[in-house]
């Protein structure tokens, strides 16, 4: 069975550009999470999707959206890229509630 | 944010040594919780989960201890490997409408030979 899988694997961005991540779900799952992780940091949650709504969003600007697809991949957008924006962006799925939410390798964006 | 991105406290242990990593979580109404181990350059695997009407779950050499009175987390890992050498997060989850998965600062574990 596949896991979840996120593309690019890398990625080399201009400060002020914009970016397009992408995940795929394990299949069945219909909840989508994103994390951003700086390098050396811990994980700081994004956006959490279910059923194609955004159900919850962490601490970040609007700059930073994103939205799931009726096949419940999803796609995570940053505009008007910044230097800080550098990070490992890690997506994850699960069955909707309470249960364990499983990991994809992540997008490493780099902006320069 | 919710997550404190503060540098990684490092624990090293001998192989062959148990190994305890420890995680204190932020909110009394959290009732789940997981472990990851994070290898360099991948996304995290989940290690081994626990509810909050639970104190103790083991897996293969692996225990995870919650004591919710003073909301700390602890894993043991029995027999220390050198492939065990990872970063450690604990997660906590509130299951409510705004479920999202809070993680921990996370904790480096170095295996010495």
């Known amino acids: 069975e596949a896991g979840v899988t996120q593309s690019p694997t890398h990625l080399i961005k201009t400060r002020g550009q914009q970016v397009t991540l992408r995940c795929s779900p394990i299949?069945?799952?219909?909840?989508v999470y994103w994390y951003q992780q700086a390098l050396g940091l811990g994980l700081q949650f994004l956006l959490w999707?279910?059923?194609?709504?955004?159900?919850n969003r962490g601490n970040f600007p609007p700059r930073f959206s994103g939205r799931q697809f009726p096949n419940y991949s999803s796609e995570l957008n940053v505009n008007a890229l910044e230097l800080e924006d550098s990070a490992l962006y890690l997506c994850?799925?699960?069955?909707?509630?309470?249960?364990?939410?499983?990991f994809g390798q992540g997008t490493r964006l780099t902006v320069v | 944010g919710e997550s404190v991105g503060l540098h990684l406290p490092t624990l090293s242990v001998q192989e062959g040594d148990n190994s305890i990593i420890n995680c204190a979580y932020s909110?009394?109404?959290?009732?789940?919780f997981i472990w990851y181990k994070q290898e360099s350059g991948k996304g995290p695997q989940f290690i081994i989960d626990?509810?909050?009407?639970?104190d103790k779950r083991q897996g293969q050499r692996v225990t995870v201890l919650l004591n919710k009175t003073v909301k700390h987390l602890s894993l043991q890992i029995a027999a220390t490997q050198p492939g065990d050498s990872a970063v450690y997060f604990c997660?906590?989850?509130?299951?409510?409408?705004?479920?999202?998965?809070?993680f921990g600062s996370g904790t480096r574990l170095l295996v010495r030979p």
């Open positions: 994850a799925s699960s069955f909707a509630g309470d249960t364990e939410a499983f």
């Open positions: 299949s069945g799952h219909t909840s």
């Open positions: 999707y279910d059923e194609g709504e955004e159900r």
């Open positions: 909110n009394s109404a959290s009732d789940y």
């Open positions: 626990i509810r909050s009407n639970m």
């Open positions: 997660a906590e989850n509130r299951a409510d409408s705004s479920y999202k998965l809070i």
